[in-house]
């Protein structure tokens, strides 16, 4: 079983940020998971949300700033005494080059559909040589289409938390590599429905050790955790 860090060691460390992703790969995890949006110069930075305001000092869409100007703002979420600037998707993928990790990376095309977002990722990630490395994973089904189009040997994963059996079906009909259910869907029969047509669960946020446990012995091949569980 792979156990990454959700946004990093997101328990730990603030969400997103740099210190978050090292202290995870430095330490138990096997890899992160992080969200990918866009800034209004088409730079490419990992937060979660579209606005900034949860997690920094400031205020607003990320894609209303340029990254110089985002860069101005603190993201240090709630951790005190913690400076702590928004990373590039780049920055994250340098750090990693050399490193035996994987990352998910979940483009957060859901809610705002940023122009070109997909190529950008994908061309970033085979620039630093790291797509053997990547799972690409999406709410927005439209997103991991396109970078299926881009490139058919992605492993691509379909992430869902509403309307389950709609979701399941999608990721029967578009074949993904992965189903990305919210763990709470998850039994055996389920895990076997996937694991019967091939497909792999990766799921999220599971932060219980008998729910890991349970997921593992069921063969689940991915955990997303906030914990080092
Ligand atoms: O990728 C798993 C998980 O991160 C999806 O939910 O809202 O934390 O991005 P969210
Ligand atoms: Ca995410």
């Known amino acids: 079983m792979i156990k990454l860090g959700h946004r990093g060691y997101s328990e730990k460390y603030p969400e997103n940020t740099m210190i978050a992703f090292k202290k995870a790969i430095e330490g138990n995890?096997?890899?992160?998971?992080?969200?990918?949006?866009?800034?209004k110069d088409n730079k490419l930075v990992l937060i979660h949300d579209e606005k900034i305001n949860r997690t920094s000092n400031g205020k607003g869409y990320v894609k209303d700033y340029t990254y110089n100007e985002l860069c101005k703002f603190?993201?240090?979420?709630?951790?005190?005494?913690?400076?702590?600037?928004?990373?590039?998707?780049?920055?994250?993928?340098?750090?990693?080059?050399?490193?035996?990790?994987?990352?998910?990376?979940?483009i957060k095309t859901d809610k705002i559909h940023y122009k070109n977002i997909e190529q950008m990722t994908y061309d970033l990630v085979?620039?630093?040589?790291?797509?053997?490395?990547?799972?690409?994973?999406?709410?927005?089904?439209?997103?991991?289409?396109?970078?299926?189009?881009?490139?058919?040997?992605?492993?691509?994963?379909?992430?869902?938390?509403?309307?389950?059996?709609?979701?399941?079906?999608?990721v029967f009909e578009y074949k993904f590599n992965a189903a990305h259910p919210k763990y709470v869907f998850l039994n055996e029969k389920e895990i076997n429905d996937y694991h019967s047509k091939g497909i792999d669960v990766n799921t999220w946020t599971v932060n219980n050790d008998e729910i890991k446990d349970f997921l593992f012995e069921e063969g689940v091949k991915v955990i997303i955790t906030n914990r080092d569980i």
């Open 74 to 106: 603190n993201f240090n979420y709630h951790f005190k005494d913690v400076e702590a600037r928004i990373p590039l998707l780049e920055e994250l993928l340098d750090y990693c080059s050399e490193k035996d990790v994987i990352l998910n990376l979940e």
């Open 29 to 39: 995890f096997d890899g992160i998971e992080t969200d990918i949006h866009l800034t």
């Open 126 to 170: 085979k620039q630093k040589g790291l797509l053997q490395k990547v799972i690409f994973s999406s709410f927005y089904l439209e997103s991991l289409l396109k970078l299926r189009e881009i490139d058919k040997t992605l492993y691509l994963g379909y992430l869902f938390e509403d309307n389950y059996e709609i979701n399941k079906e999608k």
